[in-house]
């Protein structure tokens, strides 16, 4: 009783809606077209034993121009469709690979600048807000703190030295200035060892990094942009 309550209470099933098949479809049953055409084909490959069968079985195994045409329509119809789901396949997993994924790190809250190292697509920096510098040597997967021993944690800027992958430039103090109560910082620091060690390089006064560049033949030549304090005008500010 409770099952017919439940079955009458529930209705009717809702219709299924009918799906349009489109030309190439990943679930299209090839099997009956690909058997009538192994089908054909033995019919003809008899045929072509004539020459060795009896007269009174010629007759019977007779495969006319129709015949022969029908199987290459239906062998080339398959095979047509079975690239095009091939290639639909393929292009999808091509837009899988463009998509946007989180990578890291998670510890760190939010990142406000990156810098990678040219012709190495597995290393990258990331200079969080109030969080050090970060890096990545396996392409995003894993990501380790390498600022923790310097006194200031807001990073404005990250540069690697083009001519040379173990200079990396941080920039410190929060440049974007969203918030009210930003962290400043002390300067900018300079990594000779791919960022195991940081030496303070001066410009303390100028509180906000927002940009470090540096030049792509001379890693001796760099540029800082400095934001500087917010709220009231100071001499540290500039490039």
């Known amino acids: 009783m409770l099952d017919a309550f439940k079955s009458e209470k529930a209705g009717p099933a809702p219709r299924k809606r009918k799906q349009r098949l489109t030309l190439f479809r990943a679930d299209i049953d090839f099997g009956p077209l690909m058997r009538n055409a192994a089908a054909l084909l033995a019919k003809w490959e008899r045929k072509q034993s004539d020459d060795v069968m009896p007269a009174e079985k010629r007759g019977k195994m007779r495969v006319s121009n129709f015949e022969l045409r029908g199987i290459l329509l239906v062998v080339s119809v398959a095979l047509c469709a079975t690239a095009g789901v091939a290639q639909r396949r393929n292009a999808a997993a091509e837009q899988d690979q463009f998509r946007f994924r989180f990578v890291g790190p998670i510890v760190g809250n939010r990142v406000a600048s990156v810098a990678g190292v040219p012709g190495d697509e597995s ?26 021993k310097e006194p200031a944690s807001a990073i404005g800027a990250l540069a690697v030295a083009p001519s040379d992958p173990d200079e990396v430039w941080a920039g410190t103090g929060e440049a974007w200035a969203i918030r009210d109560s930003d962290v400043m910082g002390n300067g900018i620091y300079k990594s000779t060892d791919a960022g195991k060690t940081w030496t303070n390089m001066g410009l303390g006064a100028t509180g906000r990094i927002g940009r470090v560049v540096v030049n792509p033949t001379d890693p001796n030549t760099v540029f800082v942009c400095a934001l500087g304090r917010t709220t009231g005008p100071q001499q540290e500010r500039g490039v």
């Open 123 to 148: 290393t990258y920096y990331a200079g969080a807000a109030s969080g050090g510098v970060w890096k990545s040597t396996d392409g995003g997967n894993r990501w380790e703190p390498v600022f923790d």
